[in-house]
């Protein structure tokens, strides 16, 4: 059994939950073993989500949702329950995560929390189309225009770095482009996970030494473990 609520007191505080959804509608991506927290029982998912919701205080006034997927794969009771928890504990800030597929659907998210700054974050992963395709299994590509248009939807990327067949200057041109065009970067650095995307070593001391300093940027979040945030599924 997991952890599935947490607090974040270092920078950005926050509460985070870690919900369970239906299953992420593209599901391809090479490097995720997340998926298994998913399920098709609707019964069960929201059975699970209200009692976690039963944890938020409202402390921070803002509140992370994640779950193995898009908050489109969050049921309609689960989505109702956070609304309400949202208002009643008057939070003021809501994260989610979307997957690109959805990224023309965020005004629906904005329009159901009403009065709520909802700040989304996209697995974007590396700005390196060919190697987000190939070696991480994510099957979209874009270029310096609708990185400006993602930019202007979405609050925050996820980077993915430290992988074998990665280089130094994939993941410094990353770095770059993700503090010059978001608000917000989060920066994992990959465990392995039993996927067939691995970890290479040398790179993580590289890039430990070289970018340690991003743990003081208020902008970046540096996850040098997955279970970081606090909430994992074991």
């Known amino acids: 059994m997991g952890i599935r609520y947490?607090?974040?007191?270092?920078?950005?505080?926050?509460?985070?939950v870690l919900l369970k959804s239906f299953p992420c509608k593209y599901g391809k991506?090479?490097?995720?073993?997340?998926?298994e927290d998913n399920s098709t029982d609707e019964l069960e998912i929201n059975k699970i989500n209200l009692k976690i919701m039963e944890e938020i205080t409202g402390e921070f006034g803002a509140l992370e949702v994640i779950n193995s997927g898009s908050v489109f794969e969050l049921p309609?009771?689960?989505l109702q329950k956070i609304?309400?928890?949202?208002?009643?504990?008057?939070?003021?800030?809501?994260?989610?995560?979307?997957?690109?597929?959805y990224k023309n659907r965020v005004d629906e998210i904005r329009e159901f929390f009403k009065g709520v700054e909802i700040r989304f974050r996209m697995g974007m992963e590396t700005f390196d189309n060919d190697f987000r395709i190939n070696s991480y299994g994510k099957n979209f590509k874009i270029d310096i225009v609708e990185i400006e248009d993602l930019s202007k939807k979405l609050y925050s990327i996820c980077l993915l770095v430290c992988?074998?067949?990665?280089?130094?200057?994939?993941?410094?041109?990353?770095?770059e482009l993700g503090l010059k065009y978001?608000?917000?970067?989060t920066v994992n650095i990959f465990v392995d996970n039993g996927t067939e995307?691995?970890?290479?070593?040398?790179?993580?001391k590289w890039f430990v030494e070289k970018y340690r300093h991003l743990q003081d940027n208020s902008r970046v979040e540096l996850l040098i473990d997955?279970?970081?945030l606090g909430v994992f599924e074991q």
């Open 29 to 35: 991506c090479k490097f995720c073993n997340y998926i």
């Open 226 to 228: 997955n279970k970081d």
């Open 83 to 101: 609304r309400e928890v949202v208002y009643q504990k008057s939070i003021k800030i809501l994260y989610f995560e979307i997957y690109y597929g």
């Open 182 to 185: 978001f608000k917000s970067v």
């Open 6 to 16: 947490s607090k974040i007191e270092n920078k950005n505080k926050r509460e985070i």
């Open 197 to 204: 995307v691995k970890r290479d070593e040398e790179l993580v």
């Open 163 to 175: 992988v074998k067949g990665q280089t130094k200057e994939m993941i410094e041109k990353d770095i």
């Open 76 to 78: 309609m009771e689960t």
